[in-house]
């Protein structure tokens, strides 16, 4: 190599290293032009890019993960095929809301999403009204998100222990005991700092693809297989229902919630570079990545059940039928524990990434002064760190937790506002985009171009081409309905104090007392996002 192209190496290197430096300083200036625009400082430390916050969301939508927890009802009620439809079906419409979450996450990327986006995009006669609803909405499903994370990673690990010991019997202060434990491991992840979380979510991508390599492939390779008539055409009717339509439909939730927490990058918008465009393209990738996985782990672990009935039962003893399909499957307890161990440590990556988020969308409801104690949950830290709204989840999750002292069906019913509470923040959200293209409220994106420009409001860089973009909202409003509507019936016709769906009566609680402290104080000082610039 001779001495010129050395000192021309030495000289464009700096120069390449100028470069990047000023790209990011650029896309970061980008950003916080339009979270100005929005009428927000940019206070929190941009530290996510694009395969960092993608490894949050998928970590948080734990998909193929989840699906193996939230597919023993309707594997109970409806038989193999009921939880394999029903998933197609959720996966197909939770693309189409996400795809309108992403448009509005591009548009305007901000950490209150949901709520912020209807204060822009509601009439003004009502925006305020709306906006506090969705915000408690949202604020409480994330919270309430959290929980079931806690209490699920903590089911998984005592259900590995009922199938490493079937003499053990798990006690309430066992399940307290673990779920404080998992809830401190989550929070710490979270107070070390956005950029140590950044790494460790990247991290979490990796062991996601790989972990579901490790379950499928001696799944799929020591089971004996059923016939494919048994996953793709086996519909049962458990559940004493008039129809096997019915049947289905009551199931559908239980198994479409796998995928449920989408919108969990949206909430991290505020720290992550070139938002506008990173956020939407993580929720989209996410969602297609997440449900391919899951499709794939559903369709293997039907094939793989060699004793339905024993499947079904071990979820009164293991909490979850995938353990005794697991152990079936590889006929080895050590490797049943070992594959379920995967499992275990994967919910509980899932749930830093939910904590992240909560915390969050507490933090954002809390800078508009929406919730008690507002200016402390508001504050950070010299690292711009939401830590008292992260601590905040977590003594929420801690108290919580000791219901299970008192009934894990009360438990049930809190963890049930989940479903409820999201959808129907996201039927609301869908419904006034709608609205709002039907009556020509925006205005297609001219880069540089003003947020709101002569009342009107402008897309962001990434949206869906017309006329697909109406027609998927339109199915959007259509699914979220219909996701919310099945949401609140039980999973038997006569249901018992146990098996009684109280998502109704503590969504109904929830939606009552916003509407109440709304109307008796809310609306005194609560005008929707405020104005800081």
Not at 289 to 294: D, F, P, R
Not at 313 to 326: D, K, N, P, R
Request: with cysteine; net charge neutral; aromatic share 12%.
């Amino acid at each position: 190599m001779s001495k010129d192209s050395i000192e021309l190496r030495a000289v464009d290197q700096p120069n390449a290293m100028s470069l990047m430096v000023s790209d990011e300083i650029n896309n970061s200036n980008q950003d916080d032009i339009r979270l100005r625009q929005l009428g927000k400082r940019p206070l929190l430390n941009r530290n996510f890019g694009f395969m960092s916050i993608l490894g949050l969301a998928c970590s948080a939508l734990c998909s193929w993960e989840g699906i193996l927890v939230t597919s023993v009802p309707a594997l109970s009620l409806g038989g193999p095929a009921a939880v394999t439809w029903a998933f197609v079906v959720g996966w197909i419409g939770t693309i189409s809301v996400t795809a309108t979450m992403a448009e509005l996450a591009s548009a305007a990327p901000t950490a209150g999403g949901q709520y912020h986006w209807v204060a822009m995009i509601a009439p003004e006669s009502c925006a305020a009204f709306l906006t506090y609803i969705v915000a408690w909405l949202t604020t409480l499903a994330w919270q309430a998100m959290a929980i079931t994370s806690s209490y699920t990673t903590t089911t998984i690990l005592l259900g590995i222990v009922v199938l490493s010991n079937p003499t053990y019997s798990p006690h309430s202060w066992h399940t307290i005991l673990t779920m404080w434990a998992t809830t401190s491991f989550a929070v710490l992840v979270n107070l070390t700092g956005g950029r140590t979380l950044a790494k460790f979510e990247g991290l979490i991508l990796i062991l996601h693809l790989a972990g579901f390599f490790g379950i499928l492939v001696p799944l799929v390779y020591f089971a004996p297989h059923k016939t494919p008539e048994f996953v793709f055409t086996a519909f049962y009717n458990n559940g004493g229902w008039s129809s096997q339509a019915l049947s289905f439909f009551v199931g559908f939730p239980t198994v479409a919630t796998s995928l449920i927490g989408a919108d969990c990058a949206v909430h991290m918008s505020e720290e992550i570079q070139s938002a506008a465009l990173v956020v939407p393209r993580a929720l989209m990738y996410s969602i297609i990545i997440n449900g391919a996985l899951a499709f794939a782990i559903i369709v293997g672990l039907m094939f793989s059940i060699s004793d339905l009935e024993s499947a079904i039962e071990a979820a009164s003893t293991m909490f979850y039928s995938f353990l005794q399909i697991f152990q079936s499957a590889v006929k080895s307890t050590t490797g049943a524990c070992l594959m379920a161990g995967i499992i275990f440590v994967l919910s509980l990556a899932s749930s830093i990434s939910v904590y992240a988020s909560a915390s969050r969308m507490m933090w954002s409801f809390s800078r508009d002064k929406g919730l008690p104690l507002s200016r402390y949950l508001v504050k950070l830290t010299k690292n711009a760190l939401p830590m008292n709204s992260i601590l905040a989840t977590t003594a929420i999750t801690l108290i919580l937790s000791l219901i299970v002292l008192a009934s894990s069906v009360a438990l049930s019913a809190l963890l049930s506002l989940v479903v409820a509470a999201l959808y129907s923040s996201y039927l609301l959200v869908c419904c006034l985009v709608l609205w709002r293209r039907c009556t020509g409220g925006f205005q297609p994106y001219i880069p540089g171009s003003e947020l709101f420009d002569s009342g009107h409001l402008s897309w962001g860089p990434w949206k869906l081409p017309e006329p697909l973009g109406t027609v998927n909202n339109v199915f959007a409003c259509f699914y979220s309905a219909l996701l919310l509507f099945w949401s609140f019936w039980p999973q038997a016709n006569d249901p018992t104090p146990e098996t009684f769906n109280w998502s109704v009566l503590v969504f109904g609680a929830v939606l009552f007392l916003s509407v109440l402290w709304y109307v008796v104080r809310a609306r005194h000082y609560f005008k929707g996002p405020i104005k800081e610039v």
